[in-house]
Structure formats: structure tokens, C-alpha cells
């Protein structure tokens, strides 16, 4: 059936697209192309294709960094922060990066392993006693960062600021949830839920009782120069940048043609199970259709959930990923040990997802993706086409953040041309190694 109805929605999304096409054009005025930053000359391929996004009107604002065998070797921001093309996307920008902070606590959940604060194997409720109700008795750590616990939505609307207010009540609408599958029996993407619930385990299994985002800053951020935030401080928010629009449509349209993303669609136009209604209904009850709200409300902007609140520079995530690829130890201090490096572009799941139909390569929190070269990527997409990830066997920790939201899944094409090019200037890099030896 997927293979019938695949060529005709190919068809039938072309036909329109080109009728669409030529009634429309793009709306807006052309900005000034601002580009700045730092390329290593060996890499300098990388920096004209960052400028040309801008230049085709793809970009509007946007960074895109790689650390390389431990050095910075890409640093490159764009654009504006702002709609009115008034304030330049600067150094320090920071971008909300939507679901790249799974990511990003997927190792700090390894961080707190290898403290022995934490075991994959062992149930969430050996931490969390009261979350042992209603189905959830047996889902252990690993079921629950690898999107296997079936804790995609929510009975009753759950608000975050609730976490803010009145924690306890918050955490006794978490406890009471039901699984909407068998834990252990499938996968599928917790869209809004998964960092909801990690962050409570994680707050729940430290001994000095930190706060998530004092848990993050601590342990991560602060030892290792990371600019990244669990929620923005009040004292950084000045620093974000604003999202100017989502891609209109016809900027995408081609994006949409490709089986991957057909596959997505035609899943959640079937939906049997519900599950992909389940698991955005967190999204739309948080949100509505107002996206907006987590640009503009400053207290929101502070709740730490890692789902989709964090902000930061892609300087800094690669950085993070940076330190991870060239063995985890940075200025005498040792974020991971070898043996749990090792483990994270090894995969955990290969299996299709039950919420949004397409295939992924899991490990504990973190997607893992091939790469031009031959090697893997281990890391975390976000909304909109961000990403942020490491890559082992070429020691590399590679970001990019924009504010030109795309709706496609996982990476965008913004990105991915941008890693295409590092990979091919890397290759030229090795192959030019290789010849003098």
C-alpha cells in the first residue's frame, strides 16, 4: 500500500507545487547579506556556503560551528535576530534550540551513570517511587531516555509552569500517567513528554537535590565552558535571538517529495493507534498555533525542560560534542570516561518509529546518523532544522542553529549542505595527509 500510494502523492504534490508556483512570489524585503565569523583556511569551502544561504534568501539567521581534533576550525554567524532586519545575529546569540537539548541531557543522564547516581538497568522508580502506578512499575532508565517507556502524552493537559508553582502537584500528574503502549514493546518519539519526565529523574536521583538547570550548569556547562542553557536565565535572555518565520511553503515544497518525509506524512494521516495525535496534543495544548509564546514570554523562556527549552550558541554546542570526539577530557578535566564514549554512536534501537513512522537508529537519548565519509554522527536534531552531534571517528563536534524554522523532520537541507562541505574540505584534508606520508 505505502509503495502504491507513495508515487501518487509524489505526483500529485508536484502538480500542485508548480501550479502553486507560478502564482506566487516571495514577500518581504531583501536585507543586506551579513556575514562574520572565523574559518580555518583548510575549510574555507564552508564559509561560501554559509554566505550563499544568505544570499538565495534560505537563510535568514543562523550560526554553524565545528570543533576539529580539539581545535574550533568553523565559527560563522549570519543574518538578523530580528524581523525588521534591525539587529544583526551577533557572537554571542543565542538560539532556542528546540529538541537539540534531548540531546544535550541524554548526556548528562550519562554523566550522572558514571557518578552512580543513575543505571540504565535499574527501574525509574528505584529514584522515583511514586512513579511506580499505573503500568509504569517495570519501565527502567533505558526504556524511559530511549523512547520506549509509551509515555508520549498526557491524559489530562499538563502545564509547565505548574513546575514552577506548585512541584509537587506537577510531579503527581506525571506519576499518575498511563503508558499508551506496553513499555519495552515499541518505540516511539516522546515529542514534548520525554524531557518532562528525564528531567524529574533526574532531579529526583541527585543527592544534593539541585534544580535541573543547577544540575546542568554544574556538572557540564560551567567545568567545560559550555554556552548552553537548561532555560534561559533572566540575565542571558537579552542574548536570543527572535525566530523571524517559519519556510514558507514553497520554499520547502521539494523537501517534502522525498520518501522520508512522505513516509511521516502518510503515518500521521493514518494514525491507527493514535499515536502521533497523542504525542502532539502536549505541543498544541502548551503552544496552540502561537509559537511565538516561547520568544516572547519572558518567564517561559526560564522553565527548564529539555524537550525543547534550552539556548545556546552552536559554538558551544559543538564545543560539548567537540570535547566528547577528541577523547572527553578538556583543560585537565574529564567530562566522559572512554568506555562510555564508546557507547554513543553504537546503536541501541534500529527499528521504525511507532509515533512518526520513519527509521532511526537510537542510542540512549541520541539519534545516530551516517555521515559523506563513511563514519557516524551521534547527537540530537531540533525543530527547524538544527542539529548538533559528534563524530568519533573523525573527532569532530559539529552544530548549526537557525531561526528560519523549517517543519521538516529531523536535519534540514540547510544544515546538511553545510556538513557536506566541512566533509568534503575534511577529506581533501586527509587525502592530502595521506599523499605526504
Known sequence: ??????????????????????????????????????????????????????????????????????DLVVDLWGGY???????????????LVFSVSKGITALLVAKFVELGFLDYKKPVSHYWPEFAQNGKEDITVEMLVSHQSGLIGFDKPVSLHLSRTDYQTYLSHLEAQKPFWEPGSQFGYH?????IYVDALIMKADPKNRTFDQIFRQEISEPFGIDFFQGAPTWEQHRIVARLHSQTFWQQYHHFLSKEVLRVFIHSLIDVKGYYKTAKSPVIELMGKNLDLLYEDVEFRQIPCSSFNGYGTARGIAKLYGIIA?????????????STIKTFD???????????????N???????????????????TGFGGQFGGGDLQNQVGIAYLTNNL?????????????????????????????SVQ
Open 1 to 70: 500500500m505505502m509503495d502504491f500510494l507513495l508515487p501518487v502523492l509524489i505526483l500529485s504534490l508536484t502538480a500542485a507545487c508548480s501550479v502553486w508556483l507560478l502564482f506566487h512570489r516571495r514577500k518581504g524585503k531583501k536585507l543586506p547579506v551579513l556575514v562574520d565569523g572565523f574559518v580555518d583556511p583548510r575549510f574555507g569551502k564552508v564559509a561560501q556556503t554559509f554566505r550563499r544561504s544568505f544570499e538565495t534568501g534560505e537563510e535568514t539567521g543562523a550560526a554553524f560551528a565545528v570543533y576539529y581534533k580539539g
Open 81 to 95: 535576530a530580528n524581523i525588521q532586519g534591525e539587529l544583526p545575529w551577533q557572537e554571542n546569540s543565542m538560539a
Open 191 to 195: 515529542l514534548l513528554t520525554w524531557g
Open 326 to 338: 577528541n577523547g572527553g577530557v578538556y583543560e585537565n578535566k574529564r567530562l566522559f570516561k572512554e
Open 346 to 360: 553504537q546503536a541501541l534501537l534500529q527499528r521504525r518509529d511507532a509515533v512518526f513512522g520513519n527509521f532511526l
Open 362 to 380: 537510537l542510542e540512549r537519548g541520541l539519534i545516530i546518523f551516517a555521515l559523506p565519509l563513511g563514519s557516524k554522527i551521534f547527537g540530537h
Open 406 to 434: 523549517t517543519s521538516l523532520p529531523l536535519h534540514g537541507p540547510r544544515y546538511a549542505a553545510l556538513r557536506d562541505t566541512f566533509y568534503e574540505c575534511l577529506k581533501t584534508l586527509k587525502d592530502n595527509e595521506n
